[in-house]
């Protein structure tokens, strides 16, 4: 084909993938304006031809449920950190997530939890990174940010702490689920098999698409304007060395300010945490002046041009709201002030 040829041929082929994706952003978010609420329940290979009714059924019920339990906090006048907390507490406790109950086994078998959450008024934060008893950890995370002088705790330091704060302590194996414990298993031994045919060493999870996945998170908007996002997940199927993802990372995998917007993301945490993303959407509000929908979709291009994949949700003090991804599909929900709630799952 003649240069010019190929040239025109590309440019339009972009055009039309670009319009695709604003056309289908535009179908969904159709109550910009009015959103109170929007909640993430992980990104990755999520396709219509290998979810059962059943199965679908599940995870639509579950994603109302939570967005329901933040709005009951938000109508009744609470804070933007109550309906976060509320919200992501339901997911945490719903199997089907990779969160609390169900979240994703290490190498070594256990289940290492991660969480985070802001305040958009006060830019004040908590986080807990590797932590295997607390029951829920976006409890956890807020308990480090009103209750200590630090941003994050890790390990049985964070474990010490919520239990001095009468959080609720499990045994590990609360978190067990037949699933994820397959899961470990089948990574395992793909792993295995790619080392026996020579092609070397890779981080655990890098190699396989859908086991590095899976986070919920949640922003919301209060009735006196001010905003929150928190983030909780289990991590990466079969990582190793006590690897810490971008969820807890503040400005990488969560991140809010009342003059920009609150942001929670999903998806491969080290381009998360490379990008800068949570914190890159704010810089670009607040910096170049783009709307919220405007930069979702810019750093999550970054993400994918430096070979990463996921999604975010992201909400602004307006009411305007941003659902960019670029895998297959990301359980997503928003509800509106007047309690209307839009449930998404596929990219289509």
């Known amino acids: 084909m003649p240069r010019l040829g190929l040239a025109f041929f590309i440019l339009i082929h972009c055009f039309c993938i670009k319009?695709?994706?604003?056309?289908?952003?535009?179908?969904?978010l159709k109550h910009q304006g009015q959103y109170v609420m929007v909640i993430h329940?992980?990104?990755?290979?999520?396709?219509?031809?290998?979810?059962?009714?059943?199965k679908e059924k599940a995870?639509?019920?579950a994603l109302e449920a939570a967005l329901k339990a933040g709005y009951q906090k938000i109508n009744a006048g609470s804070s933007s950190l109550d309906a976060v907390q509320a919200a992501i507490t339901m997911l945490e406790d719903n199997p089907l997530f990779n969160a609390g109950k169900g979240a994703v086994f290490t190498h070594d078998g256990k289940n290492e939890l991660d969480a985070a959450i802001m305040d958009g008024k006060s830019l004040k934060a908590g986080a807990v990174a590797g932590v295997t008893v607390i029951k829920n950890p976006i409890m956890a995370a807020r308990a480090v940010m009103e209750r200590s002088e630090h941003v994050m705790l890790i390990g049985k330091g964070a474990e010490q702490f919520a239990k001095e704060c009468g959080l609720t302590i499990v045994d590990p194996k609360y978190f067990y689920t037949e699933d994820r414990w397959k899961g470990l298993q089948k990574a395992i031994e793909e792993e295995?098999?790619?080392?026996?045919?020579?092609?070397?060493?890779?981080?655990?999870?890098?190699?396989?698409?859908?086991?590095?996945?899976?986070?919920?998170?949640?922003?919301?908007?209060?009735?006196?304007?001010?905003?929150?996002?928190?983030?909780?997940?289990?991590?990466?199927?079969?990582?190793?060395f006590g690897r810490v993802g971008d969820s807890p990372i503040?400005?990488?995998?969560?991140?809010?300010?009342?003059?920009?917007?609150?942001?929670?993301?999903?998806?491969?945490?080290?381009?998360f945490i490379r990008n800068v993303v949570a914190?890159?959407?704010?810089?670009?509000?607040?910096?170049?002046g783009l709307t919220v929908r405007d930069a979702g979709e810019q750093v999550?291009?970054?993400?994918?041009?430096?070979?990463?994949?996921?999604?975010?949700i992201a909400l602004d003090q307006k009411g305007n709201a941003a659902m960019p991804f670029n895998t297959a599909g990301m359980y997503r929900g928003t509800i509106t002030k007047d309690g209307t709630i839009e449930i998404y799952i596929y990219n289509e």
């Open 41 to 54: 329940g992980g990104a990755g290979t999520i396709l219509r031809s290998s979810m059962t009714p059943e």
């Open 300 to 312: 999550i291009k970054k993400v994918g041009a430096m070979g990463g994949d996921g999604g975010l």
């Open 279 to 288: 914190y890159d959407l704010s810089a670009l509000m607040e910096y170049k």
């Open 250 to 271: 503040i400005g990488a995998g969560t991140y809010a300010n009342n003059k920009t917007a609150a942001v929670s993301g999903t998806g491969w945490g080290e381009f």
């Open 192 to 240: 295995a098999e790619k080392n026996k045919r020579g092609n070397g060493y890779n981080p655990p999870g890098t190699g396989y698409p859908d086991y590095k996945f899976g986070t919920v998170g949640a922003v919301a908007l209060d009735k006196d304007g001010n905003l929150a996002a928190g983030t909780s997940t289990g991590g990466m199927t079969n990582k190793k």
């Open 19 to 28: 319009s695709s994706a604003q056309q289908l952003t535009d179908q969904q």
């Open 59 to 61: 995870y639509r019920t």
